[in-house]
């Protein structure tokens, strides 16, 4: 599996592939990321995420959360857009990194996270200059480290998310 599709959710709900509670820089609860199998869209708003940044042993991590607002639709070549690519590619690597996509042309946001945020980590996210992004703490058994994507590879194929390589069937 390269990819899988993910939500920002109230309430974890059954048959997914991994979630976990998520709270904002004051300890607040502020929904429940939640991972789905690749396969029939299982929520409206479920965007495509590259799978292989989904650890259930992985730690707590500090995420930055990227969705656009309901309605704004941005193109994948949007400059905007690719420029946060090609500087997500410059670094610093955080340990995980996933575009979102909603289908095979349209932006769907991005994740990314740390174990352990440097000073500033937050600011330093190439998405947010796409939308803003919330600033979040991932309890435990959801992500985990990835390598870094592999540059200056920056496109995508198909409805996958950016960094997932290849083409696929589905």
């Known amino acids: 599996m390269t990819w899988c599709w993910f939500a920002l959710v109230d309430q974890a709900p059954a048959g997914l592939l991994a979630s976990t509670a998520v709270h904002d820089l004051d300890g607040q609860r502020r929904g429940v990321l939640a991972a789905w199998p690749a396969g029939e869209r299982p929520r409206p708003d479920a965007a495509r995420l590259d799978a292989r940044v989904l650890d259930p042993q992985g730690p707590r991590m500090a995420v930055s959360l ?19 690519v090609k500087a997500a590619l410059a670094g610093p690597a955080p340990d995980f990194v996933s575009t979102l996509s909603v289908d095979a042309s349209h932006f769907g946001g991005a994740v ?48 996958t998310p950016w960094p997932v390589e290849g083409f696929t069937s589905q």
């Open 66 to 84: 990227v969705l656009p607002p309901p309605g704004v639709q941005v193109l994948f070549d949007d400059p905007t857009v690719v420029g946060a």
């Open 112 to 159: 990314s996270g740390v174990a352990e945020p440097w000073p500033g980590w937050w600011s330093d996210d190439p998405f947010a200059r796409v939308f803003p992004a919330r600033r979040l703490w991932a309890d435990a058994g959801m992500f985990g480290q990835t390598a870094p994507p592999a540059g200056p590879v920056h496109q995508r194929y198909g409805p």
